[in-house]
């Protein structure tokens, strides 16, 4: 994530004739996209960086037009992410452990999983 950003600043400084720089502002002349789930243009992609990072994209150009500020909000803005992702990753563990969900409502076993629950429930049968 932290060379998405660095390579994200670095594209934007670039001058607007660049071909980088053109593709990343440039849409499709022509053409449409199929049906069906699409996979993520890089502009959402982008933007869902900037999100987890706590950076507003729409302040975007103005903090990359500095290198030192935009390497200053990087750093802050990655460890935001990291110090949410770590919480994140303690509460996702906390609800995968949680015994409330997977005891048995007729013995009242414990077991690690719901699929391990299903698997016991048919012991009762």
Sequence with gaps: ???????????????????????????????????????KRFSVHIKDTLKKCGIPPEQLEVLASDRNTWRTTCNQGLTIFRSNYAA????RHAASTSSSSATCHICSRVCASDFGLRSHLRSHT
Excluded: N
Excluded at 13 to 38: E, F, I, V
Excluded at 88 to 91: H, V
């Design 1 to 39: 994530m932290q060379r998405q950003l660095r390579w994200l600043g670095h594209v934007i400084r670039m001058p607007s004739y660049r071909l980088p720089r053109r593709l990343l502002y440039g849409t499709l002349q022509q053409g449409q996209r199929s049906a069906g789930g699409q996979k």
């Design 88 to 91: 994140d990753a303690e509460s």
